[in-house]
């Protein structure tokens, strides 16, 4: 193997470039143009492996914060560019930095036809699992790659091209990930909107986004309830002052939709019709998708992902952070609604050549809650990727574990947890159950990929129970107090990102760079600004502690309702609960538990709310004043299963609120005001 240094003048410093670094190898001229482009003077070297370890985390990490743009263009270089970017890094118009700036390529060329070119058609791409509907496909590359160019064409005939939206409406079905790489294909930009949202939210995003061409689904299924889609299309279209040229729907037979003439498509039809469309080659800074997230507003923002940045970082997470290799199943356990989804049911596994899992059904109730484990077992899945949330359930319908009983897991290697934080009590649940590694990750929709992480495919590290163990190259990660200085080890703060950013970050919100600048960039001046707040140990690992709204202020004292739930958790009996800070008029604000029982569990609850106490005071102190939790039979979450800590916290504070677009059952929340009522 060789590996070569080279110097840069002002900084005196050596740097080793691996030249076959993931078996594809770095072009000599290549290699050598981007050194003299830069000015640099070389020299080959035959180091011994003890002198070098450049897949350790510590010269990975360092690398890509003194020298990013010498990093990330041996990582770009694993790509099939069709221009290969010379300009690794630069400044748009908006000061903002932005990567790969000449290069040019286009996502769906390199997440599929690119391996259908080097012999992978054969390998299964997609599988596609449905218990609501009892149905099974295993996809290959060459077929995937044959249905996105035919439904391209069907998008490029309705007058689809480069840099138009479409909206993109519909359940976890296959044709999900086919409209959004058909876009991709044609260089169009997708926004998928959640499956299911109330027309009025679906209005929202058509008006701001404006696609020419929405695509939909008939229905969508939810365990054992249909849900027409169509109808919700159809209002939300009414309402929206944009109105798109077409729609194309597909049609389900769980309920088929009635079509307007001239307007609406049957996706069979469109697509039979059409002539396969080829790969438009796009700029790397060009958008690739915008992907709505929820704004303190009340008004969604359209997080926006360009091409080249994502790809890369796409590409290079799978093998750094999953230790996945083209072949391997990986299974994010998730909704192609929402960034995970976006990353890592679609885009990332398919850029890296692996078989990914499109699961249509719920951890528990589908049938029961050994649903994951059956898909892990059919399907090979060496790494599962999913929210805490959904193992809690799990935790909850069998706390013995034995809808584990029937299945063998032996090609499970890591279990990955996302979206929300994870709780230690979770974390050693999933530990010990399963005897594999749990990996909590954290990052946004904002960045598209984990921000810290444990490497498995680099170095992994010993994890340490709430954290999610060390930055990932790229993420200059500090803890910042409110005037933005840096914090020491275990002091609490803003937890914030040092600029640049690295590739797939997002560079503005669509069509609103004044609010992307005021919302991220502007509290702490050459810093992206999270919104977390967390500390960093002795160790360097990153504890994310949860929202900055989600601190509360007792008698002066600063404390985090995450630390709290910790304590509430670790009870035997608990399953789930959630800690508001409420209102006081002696202390300012006190904590307030929900808790949620594991099913089977009968005790008496005021039993159990002084054994909570008893242990609040004896691992955070009597300074968390902590005397009130109630018994609940559910707590309010989005669809994607983060709880609404702020919309209790409003009820509980006798407070109007707004229920939000992206609630699982507004239900939820008249029962706790029920509960808080009583109470």
């Not at 959640?194 to 008939?218: N, Q």
Request: aromatic share 8%; net charge negative; charged share 20%.
């Amino acid at each position: 193997m060789s590996f070569y240094a080279f110097c840069y003048e002002p900084l005196s410093a050596l740097y080793l470039v691996d030249c076959h670094i993931h078996r594809q190898y770095y072009p000599y001229p290549t290699l050598v143009g981007l050194i003299v482009a830069r000015g640099a003077s070389m020299m080959e070297l035959e180091p011994s492996t003890d002198e070098i370890d450049l897949m350790s985390y510590q010269r990975e990490y360092q690398t890509s914060i003194e020298q990013p743009e010498v990093f990330w263009a041996d990582k770009a270089a694993q790509l099939d560019w069709f221009k290969t970017p010379s300009q690794i890094l630069a400044k748009d118009d908006n000061g903002i930095d932005r990567w790969f700036v000449d290069g040019e390529m286009n996502t769906c060329h390199m997440a599929l036809d690119y391996h259908v070119a080097q012999g992978r058609g054969e390998q299964v791409a997609l599988y596609y699992d449905s218990p609501v509907t009892d149905t099974k496909q295993a996809i290959s590359y060459l077929a995937l790659r044959d249905q996105v160019a035919q439904f391209a064409g069907a998008l490029k005939t309705q007058g689809v091209t480069k840099g138009d939206r479409v909206l993109i409406y519909m359940p976890m079905v296959p044709e999900a990930a086919v409209a959004m790489l058909a876009c991709a294909r044609l260089g169009a930009v997708h926004s998928v909107v959640f499956g299911g949202f109330a027309a009025s939210e679906l209005a929202v995003r058509i008006d701001d986004a404006r696609p020419k061409v929405i695509v939909s689904a008939s229905c969508g299924i939810e365990i054992s309830r249909v849900i027409e889609y169509k109808p919700l299309l159809d209002s939300a279209i009414e309402i929206a002052a944009h109105k798109p040229a077409k729609t194309i729907v597909l049609q389900r037979d769980q309920a088929r939709a009635s079509l307007i003439e001239g307007r609406d498509l049957d996706w069979a039809v469109a697509a039979a019709a059409a002539e396969p469309a080829e790969c438009v080659p796009v700029l790397a800074t060009d958008p690739l998708y915008i992907l709505y997230t929820s704004g303190t507003t009340g008004k969604p923002k359209g997080v926006v992902r360009d091409n080249g940045g994502h790809a890369v970082a796409m590409h290079y997470s799978m093998k750094a952070i999953y230790d996945m290799d083209p072949g391997d199943v990986f299974w994010a356990a998730s909704d192609v609604g929402w960034v995970v989804g976006h990353s890592y049911i679609v885009y990332a596994p398919l850029l890296a050549g692996l078989s990914t899992v499109l699961y249509e059904g719920k951890p528990v109730g589908t049938p029961d809650a050994g649903a994951f484990w059956r898909v892990c077992e059919e399907y090979g899945v060496k790494a599962l990727f999913s929210a805490p949330t959904a193992f809690r359930a799990i935790k909850k319908t069998d706390p013995n574990s034995e809808c584990l009983q029937p299945y063998n897991l032996e090609k499970l290697k890591t279990v990955f947890m996302a979206g929300e934080r994870l709780d230690p009590p979770t974390y050693h649940w999933v530990k010990d159950l399963l005897g594999l590694p749990v990996i909590d990750h954290w990052w946004q929709t904002e960045t598209g990929w984990a921000i810290c992480g444990n490497l498995m495919g680099i170095e992994p590290k010993e994890p340490k129970a709430g954290s999610a163990t060390l930055p990932s190259p790229g993420f200059n990660v500090q803890i910042l107090d409110d005037e933005g200085n840096t914090l020491g080890p275990n002091q609490q703060g803003s937890v914030a990102i040092k600029l640049p950013l690295p590739p797939s970050s997002l560079p503005t919100v669509w069509q609103d760079f004044a609010r992307f600048n005021d919302g991220y960039l502007s509290q702490f001046p050459g810093y992206y600004t999270s919104g977390d707040g967390g500390y960093i140990d002795e160790d360097g690992y990153v504890f994310i502690m949860g929202r900055t709204d989600d601190v509360i202020n007792v008698a002066g004292h600063r404390l985090s309702t995450g630390e709290m739930e910790e304590v509430i958790a670790s009870h035997p009996a608990v399953a789930e609960c959630a800690v508001v800070g409420v209102k006081c008029e002696l202390k300012g604000q006190v904590p307030l538990g929900l808790v949620l029982l594991k099913d089977g569990i009968e005790l008496d609850e005021a039993a159990l709310q002084t054994e909570l106490v008893a242990s609040m005071r004896e691992r955070i102190g009597a300074v968390a004043s902590f005397k009130t939790a109630h018994v609940v039979q559910r707590l309010p979450k989005t669809r994607s299963g983060k709880i609404l800590r702020k919309i209790i916290r409003q009820i509980a504070d006798g407070e109007a609120y707004v229920v939000p677009s992206t609630i699982d059952d507004p239900a939820s929340l008249g029962e706790i005001a029920v509960v808080l009522a009583a109470g």
